[in-house]
């Protein structure tokens, strides 16, 4: 990991989305390798990304990545930070790989042909050098997410959120993500509502109603999730959305 990369600071931050409290005084520093972030739905794991990520601004408090703020200096951001989201059709933009592959170098200052000739070099690198003019409209759920990490990974940011990173693929595209994950020299903050995605992280948060409700080693966190979402799930549904 880059000796530049400082960590993720949140400092009392706070989110409200539709007069509601989404995330509440979070105050963390996160400087581990591999980070992960669980919750069940609506527990606040996806605010807590866009707003380490800059795409949303915290209420109250301050969030730091790598010592600035993610929401106010974009351009900083893009060096610090890469996402890669759980639907990849919400993070492609353009029609062919090499374009979609050539956008974020583009925004980090290159000149379009540069960034296009990187872009090829990648895929080259990659045994892929045939994707380069096809549409993105013929690859798989697998390759658009495969195009997706590989377009992030090309801006070489210093952290990489991962959202839900192996939601939806079948077992050997799970597999082969998963080691390329484990492979990467960035630290990696993986949001996930599944424990077993986060067996080998060096640390683990448990966020519910917007607060952190455990922090520590996977092995301490998980089984207490797990037993807790036991216990909700013993409970009638209904019930439960009604109180």
């Known amino acids: 990991m880059s000796k530049l990369s400082t960590g993720i600071e949140l400092v009392s931050a706070s989110v409200r989305l539709g007069g ?11 400087t ?13 794991k ?28 974009r351009k900083a951001a893009l060096a610090a930070l890469g996402i ?3 639907n990849p059709d919400h993070q492609i933009l353009f029609p062919t790989v090499e374009e979609e592959l050539a956008f974020g170098l583009a925004q980090q200052g290159l000149p379009q042909a540069e960034a296009l000739g990187r872009a090829r070099a990648a895929l080259v690198s990659e045994g892929r050098a045939h994707w380069a003019t096809a549409p993105v409209s013929t690859l798989s759920q697998g390759q658009r997410h495969y195009l997706c990490l590989l377009s992030v990974l090309l801006m070489q940011p210093r952290t ?3 959202d839900e990173p192996l939601a939806g693929l079948d077992l050997p595209t ?13 630290r990696l903050v993986t949001i996930t509502h599944d424990p077993a ?3 080998d992280a060096d640390r683990v948060l448990w966020l519910e109603a917007g607060r952190v409700v455990a922090d520590g080693p996977p092995a301490q966190v998980l089984p207490a999730f797990t037993a807790e979402m036991a ?6 549904a209904d019930a439960d959305l009604a109180g």
């Open 197 to 199: 995605v986060l067996a």
């Open 46 to 73: 996806t605010t807590f990304l866009r707003l380490i990520a800059g795409l949303i601004a915290a209420d109250a408090g301050t969030v730091r990545v790598d010592g600035v703020d993610p929401f106010k200096d």
């Open 20 to 30: 509601r409290v989404v995330l509440d005084g979070l105050n963390l520093r996160l």
């Open 160 to 162: 990489i959120l991962l």
């Open 32 to 44: 581990e390798a591999r980070i992960g972030i669980l919750g069940r739905n609506g527990s606040g």
């Open 174 to 186: 799970q597999a082969r993500l998963a080691r390329r994950f484990a492979a990467l020299p960035q």
């Open 84 to 86: 890669l989201f759980q």
């Open 231 to 236: 216990r909700i799930g013993a409970r009638d």
